[in-house]
């Protein structure tokens, strides 16, 4: 079984300065990692995932995430958030032998961004 | 492109009622997947299907849930007997395969609201 911890149910941050989302999961077997953005009145849309390679993983709007192993984590940073960024934010693990397994979800973290 | 589709969008009924909620994938996405978001647990994983296979119905929180899935697409969760702590948002998702590397596409979600 997997369990992906945020630790953060809320976070607030002002206009143009950097941001930090904390993502740690627990799992007996190796996981794909993902972050998927879910905009006010709107559907869950995918931010970045990890699957294989550079450790550092791009997504869009200006997202990036980095996936460390030894500290089961997958923090999701932006440089500079704008108030659009302003959105719940879930980070989802899935075991990589597939199958009949969905995603396994955090509780999610609010990013509040003040003018 | 179409999206992922889900009806209704807002579903109130009152308590000991039965309700079906329906899910239209993405044209050509072989796998899909019901999820409940609700407040108090977040968002859970209830029920995968993969083409015509037989899903995997462990997730599903009681034996009041049940799904299908009819000629691989169309795919309909129900609910017999709703509880108050049935009231959610039910969420499905299509991918165009089985498992972990593919990105699952949301659909907007049906608010259930049980009286």
């Known amino acids: 079984a997997q369990s992906v911890t945020q630790l953060d149910s809320q976070v607030p941050v002002f206009e143009e300065a950097p941001v930090e989302l904390r993502c740690n999961y627990s799992?007996?077997?190796?996981?794909?990692l993902f972050w998927y953005v879910q905009y006010p009145n709107q559907g869950l849309q995918l931010l970045l995932k990890y699957l294989s390679g550079s450790t550092l993983v791009k997504g869009i709007n200006g997202f990036e995430a980095e996936f460390n192993k030894s500290q089961t984590s997958f923090h999701l940073r932006k440089p500079s958030v704008h108030i659009s960024d302003t959105a719940e934010y879930f980070c989802?693990?899935?075991?990589?032998?597939?199958?009949?397994?969905?995603?396994?979800f955090g509780k999610g973290t609010h990013l509040i961004i003040q003018p | 492109g179409a999206g992922v589709s889900q009806s209704p969008s807002n579903k109130v009924t009152e308590k000991g009622k039965d309700v079906e909620l329906r899910c239209d994938p993405i044209s050509g996405h072989t796998a899909l997947y019901w999820y409940r978001q609700s407040l108090g647990q977040g968002l859970e994983f209830l029920i995968y299907?993969?083409?015509?296979?037989?899903?995997?119905k462990s997730g599903l929180p009681s034996d009041r849930f049940s799904a299908e899935r009819t000629g691989g697409s169309v795919s309909t969760l129900t609910i017999q007997r709703t509880q108050q702590e049935d009231s959610a948002v039910y969420l499905c998702a299509s991918s165009l395969g089985a498992g972990g590397p593919h990105e699952q596409f949301f659909g907007p979600g049906t608010r259930l609201t049980v009286l």
């Open positions: 799992s007996s077997v190796s996981v794909y």
């Open positions: 989802a693990v899935t075991p990589r032998g597939g199958g009949a397994d969905g995603l396994t």
């Open positions: 299907f993969q083409g015509n296979s037989a899903p995997d």
